[in-house]
């Protein structure tokens, strides 16, 4: 069974005052607004609606928890970098993805979702910087892959890689494309490995201890 397959809604939050005690393990998805994470996370899933896709960039302004199979959490961040709200709501965004980036005890890994036409933006390399300091690991889904011709997509891959080898093994980078169902596997490892899940038959064997 897939990790994220039947993933449940839990709970939503605007504040970190409002986090849910910090029991299980938890990775967390953030990206750019329209970059493509909640399409992302809805083709891991296998669901079409587990996170809401909308048109209009910046519309998810909470955190939002999902129950995995295997009692770890998928937590949605919110889409940052949208120009048109608010300062204020602007702020609030930031003070939320740093506040739980930052001191969130039980997250054991970042998937940054980047367009793979326009990646690492000044604001994907702020989420880098908040995070990175951690320790814990970060997996680069560049997304929207199917809109590049083979060799842009290799030559985005090899780019993006290049840039981030500073922080060696603890970034590692990947294409994606939602529309082609593409790259959910290899994700899927990766997060398959944070949680300490070394294969399919971990996953069913964790799958099955509700």
Known sequence: MSLFRNA???ISIAK???LPPSDSPEIAFAGRSNAG???AINTL???TRLAYVSKTPGRTQLINFFRLNCGAV???LPGYGYAKV???VRRQWVALLEGYLTRRENLVGLVLIMDSRHPLTPLDWQMIEWFAPSGRPIHVLLTKSDKLSRNEAASTLARVR???ARFGAQVSVQLFSSLKKQGAEEAERKVSEWLGLDGPAAV???SGQK
Do not use: N
């Open 8 to 10: 449940r809604f839990e």
């Open 16 to 18: 970190t005052g409002d």
């Open 37 to 39: 994470k909640s399409s």
């Open 45 to 47: 899933a296998g669901h």
């Open 74 to 76: 998928l937590v949605d």
């Open 86 to 88: 608010p300062e204020a």
């Open 162 to 164: 290049r840039e981030l």
């Open 204 to 206: 069913e064997a964790a």
